[in-house]
Each structure stands twice: as C-alpha cells, then as structure tokens.
C-alpha cells in the first residue's frame, strides 16, 4: 500500500460529473498559491462520476498533481458523504473543504493556516464567496486575470458556505464528519458551521485579507424539492448534535 507523505494542509474537493474548464481553473489557482507545493495536497474525491467524466478529471488531476479517490455509486449525491471519504484519506493536520468551481487569491490558502496558527488551531475558518457574473464566458484564467476577476464579482450572503470550511483533522475526525443524512444539494455545509461553534471553534472569516470567487454555472439544487424541505427539516432537528455518522 502507498504510504501518502504528510502535509500541513489537505484539500478535499468532492464532484460528480464535473469536470471541464472550471475545474482547471480552480486546480491552476490553486497551484498558484504561495505556498510550498508540497505543504499541500489536493483530495478530488469523486462520487459516482460517469466514465467519461471521470477520465477527464483523472487527466486534470494528473496535470495538477492531484490525487482521485474515485467511489463507484448511483446512489444520489451525497456531497456530504464524498467530502467524509475525502477526509479519511487526508494526510494533513488541517482539512480545507472547497468546491469544484472555485478560484482563490494566491494568498488563500496561507491566510488560511496563518489564521490557524492566531487561533491555537482552534478556529472554524470561513470565506465569504464572490461570485462571477453569468455573462462572463468559461475560459482558462491565470494569476494575470486576478485584479479584473475580483473587479467583476459580487459578494454572496455569508449563507452557503460550503466553498471555504478548513479546521484541524483532528476536528473532523472528533465529530465524524459531515452529516451524510443529507441528500442532493442543501444544508450540509451550514449543518457543519453550526456544529463547529457547538464543538467550541471560533468562527474566522478572511475575506478581508484574501478572495475566493465562484465560477457561474447552472445550479442542480432545485433538481429534488422534495430532498431540499427533507434537508432542511433535517437541519432544524439536527443541528445541535455535535457528532453524527
């Protein structure tokens, strides 16, 4: 068996099906970052992606130096339960959870640990996401295209923060994960954030000292009305319980 070298930081992006040039963005950015390559590793847990998609991000993954854990399923998305497998093969003492169609300041992921490391590793470290207009095209960006990036994006509500959740593995490993009793899109992620300050973490948002913007795509998250009012059912009832799974 191949023994995985540690690393301060992992990064666990969870996807099905997705794949194209917005996950080679978000791949590049991270690997503008000005960290050492080696302080960190990038976790494409892949849950139940088709076999055409699934080459496409083993060939991504290769180019970045990624690493695929592929889960063969049909079962319904489960973010939740694809970010838990992510999680158990990390090798870093800190767990960043990010999405698939995200690009970061070259400073991220440093502010990230710097943020950390003022807390006593104590901290539940946020981002407030901005997001990039629908009329700009999918195409390859580089560090260049940084400053008109950000000067064409607009700051979400702080709610769906599912794009920036880094805390110590440790952590992780203590509350067993994400909740993997939601299904489809929703909850999750807020599920998580309020655990954390259960859990006694302090929430640290960043946005003032770095950016993370989303790429506009379709949205799936009405695609199960029915899941959605589960989810959030599920939530209200939930939520206080620290540690699930």
Request: proline fraction near 4%.
């Amino acid at each position: 068996m191949d023994v995985q070298p540690p690393h301060r930081l992992s990064v666990i992006i969870a996807l099905r099906n997705r794949a194209g040039v917005r996950l080679d963005n978000c791949l590049r950015a991270l690997r503008w970052q000005d960290l050492e390559p080696s302080a960190f590793e990038i976790l494409l847990s892949d849950f139940g992606s088709d076999p055409t998609h699934l080459a496409e991000v083993t060939h991504l993954a290769e180019r970045h130096g990624a690493r695929v854990i592929h889960t063969a399923t049909e079962e319904r998305w489960n973010k939740s339960r694809a970010l838990n497998i992510g999680i158990r093969a990390a090798s870093g003492h800190y767990v960043l959870c990010t999405d698939a169609d995200m690009i970061f300041a070259p400073n991220f992921l440093s502010t990230l640990l710097s943020t950390q490391q003022a807390e006593g590793d104590n901290a539940f470290v946020l981002c407030q996401s901005r997001d990039l207009p629908e009329a700009l095209a999918d195409t390859p960006w580089s560090i260049d295209d940084l400053p008109a990036l950000i000067d064409q994006s607009d700051y979400r509500a702080r709610q769906g923060t599912g794009a920036c959740q880094m805390a110590t593995r440790a952590f992780f490993e203590r509350v067993r994960g994400y909740d993997e009793g939601y299904k489809g899109w929703g909850q999750e992620d807020t599920d998580m954030t309020f655990r954390a300050a259960r859990a006694g973490l302090t929430h640290r948002w960043v946005e003032d000292a770095t950016a993370m913007m989303h790429q506009w795509h379709r949205s799936n998250r009405d695609r199960w009305p029915v899941q959605k009012t589960l989810n959030d059912l599920r939530f209200h009832l939930t939520k206080w319980r620290v540690t699930k799974n």
